[in-house]
């Protein structure tokens, strides 16, 4: 990724990019689920997808996330996106309905990098342009992997909007 050249000279113990094939945007973080509760959030997925189009996401700025916290990520956000809000609705009330789980508020972002605490406290500030556009016609439910490099990502359900 061209972003990580920028920061080469940090340090590599300190921080681990995102590869290319787990970048995502996260709709609604499910935690541990056993395989009748993931073919519950599997049905609710595809229920919801039908009902919502494709349509295309903004992403136009870097920053250190989360916000209001002391940063532990590079971050991708985008511009607000009425139609990635209702999606984003409408999957997380369809899922606290089915299950009692309450989610906090959202806030769409793309994790670049993760890092270490003390990293964070020497890092300057940072806001930069990012200008890109990326098509969003399908949801997954996606299955993390955490190992020593980092969390792995699977697909373990695909389903196109509008169909």
């Known amino acids: 990724m061209d972003y990580q050249r920028k920061w080469i000279d940090l340090d590599p113990k300190l921080i681990r990019w995102v590869g290319k094939s787990n970048l995502h945007i996260t709709l609604v973080f499910l935690g541990y689920m056993n395989d009748d509760e993931m073919y519950d959030i599997c049905q609710i997925m595809k229920e919801v997808a039908k009902k919502h189009e494709p349509f295309f996401i903004n992403l136009e700025r870097i920053i250190l996330g989360p916000p209001g916290k002391t940063p532990r990520m590079f971050w991708v956000e985008g511009e607000k996106s009425q139609e990635l809000a209702n999606l984003q609705g409408d999957l997380s009330e369809k899922i606290e309905q089915r299950s009692g789980a309450k989610y906090n508020a959202y806030r769409p972002h793309i994790t670049l990098a993760r890092f270490r605490y003390d990293l964070a406290m020497t890092l300057p500030k940072v806001d930069e342009p990012f200008k890109y556009q ?5 949801v ?12 792995e990502y699977s697909v373990l359900e695909s389903v196109e909007l509008g169909t």
């Not at 990326?134 to 399908?138: A, E, H, L, T």
């Not at 997954?140 to 969390?151: I, P, T």
């Open 140 to 151: 997954e439910v996606m299955q993390s992997n955490l190992k020593r490099s980092g969390a």
């Open 134 to 138: 990326i098509p969003v016609d399908s």
